[in-house]
C-alpha cells in the first residue's frame, strides 16, 4: 500500500475553506485516493473518493494533480460541526486491501 | 434503519472473560470488516469477510475469533480478555463490485473496558 502523510492537525475559523493535503509518493497506477471524516465517539464516515483531476460532491471537494502523488481534500465554508479527524487512503479500489487510517488530520474549526 | 449496527455500544468486563460482540448489515453488502481503536486513535484493521470467506486477517493474537453466519452478520468473540484489549471495536460493510471495498460504511463502535 502506498504510504500517506498528512498534517497532524490543523485549525480553522467558521465560513472558511479549508484545504488539507495528503502526500502519497508511492502511489500506484491502480490506486484510488479516498477520504473518510470521524467524529468523536463515532466510525469513520466515508467523504469523497477519486483517481485523478477533481471530483466533486455534495460535502467535498478533491483535487489531484496529473502525478498524482498528492491531493488535497476541500471543505467549503466550513461550520463548528466539520471538526472531526480527516483520513486519506490509498488503494486499488476493487482489491482486498489492508486498510490503513493513519494518524489522519484533526481539523478545529473555531467560532 | 440502521446500516451498521453494533451489540453492545458498551462492554465492562474483568480479565480473563470471555465476551462477543455482534455487528449486523442491512445494506445488502458483501463484505464486514472489524477494526480496533486504540487510546492514540489509530484505527487498525483487524479481519475481513468477503461473502462469509475470511480475506484479511491481520496479526491479532488468536484469542480473537471472528464468525461471519451469513453476508449480513460478522461477530467477534474474544477469549480470555486482556486489560491491552481495552479499545473501540468497529465494524464496517461494503459492497466489493461498486465503488470497490474503499467505500465502507462504519459502525457506532463498541467500546470494551477490560479491569
Known amino acids: 500500500l502506498a504510504k500517506t502523510t498528512q498534517p497532524i492537525s490543523m485549525d480553522s475559523y467558521e465560513g472558511q475553506e479549508v484545504n488539507i493535503t495528503c502526500s502519497h509518493n508511492?502511489?500506484?497506477?491502480?490506486?484510488?485516493i479516498t477520504w473518510y471524516q470521524q467524529f468523536p465517539s463515532q466510525g469513520p464516515r466515508f467523504i469523497i473518493q477519486?483517481?485523478?483531476t477533481k471530483v466533486t460532491n455534495e460535502v467535498a471537494s478533491l483535487f489531484i494533480p496529473a502525478d498524482r502523488k498528492s491531493s488535497t481534500l476541500s471543505l467549503p465554508r466550513v461550520s463548528l460541526s466539520d471538526t472531526a479527524v480527516y483520513y486519506c487512503l490509498v488503494g486499488a479500489k476493487y482489491n482486498f486491501n489492508k486498510f490503513y487510517f493513519g494518524s489522519g488530520t484533526k481539523l478545529n474549526v473555531k467560532p | 434503519d440502521t446500516a451498521v449496527s453494533q451489540t453492545p455500544k458498551y462492554l465492562v468486563t474483568q480479565m480473563g472473560n470471555d465476551k462477543s460482540i455482534k455487528c449486523e448489515q442491512n445494506?445488502?453488502?458483501?463484505?464486514m470488516y472489524w477494526y480496533k481503536q486504540d487510546s492514540k486513535k489509530f484505527l487498525k484493521i483487524m479481519f475481513s469477510?468477503?461473502?462469509?470467506?475470511?480475506?484479511i486477517n491481520e496479526t491479532v493474537p488468536n484469542r480473537f475469533s471472528p464468525k461471519s453466519p451469513d453476508k449480513a452478520h460478522l461477530n467477534l468473540h474474544i477469549n480470555s480478555l486482556e486489560l491491552g484489549d481495552s479499545a473501540v471495536y468497529f465494524c464496517?460493510?461494503?459492497?466489493?463490485?461498486?465503488?470497490?471495498?474503499?467505500?465502507?460504511?462504519f459502525g457506532p463502535g463498541t467500546r470494551l473496558t477490560v479491569t
Open positions: 477519486g483517481y485523478k
Open positions: 464496517a460493510s461494503s459492497l466489493h463490485d461498486r465503488g470497490g471495498s474503499y467505500e465502507q460504511y
Open positions: 469477510y468477503n461473502n462469509k470467506e475470511l480475506i
Open positions: 508511492n502511489i500506484a497506477t491502480n490506486d484510488y
Open positions: 445494506l445488502g453488502h458483501d463484505t
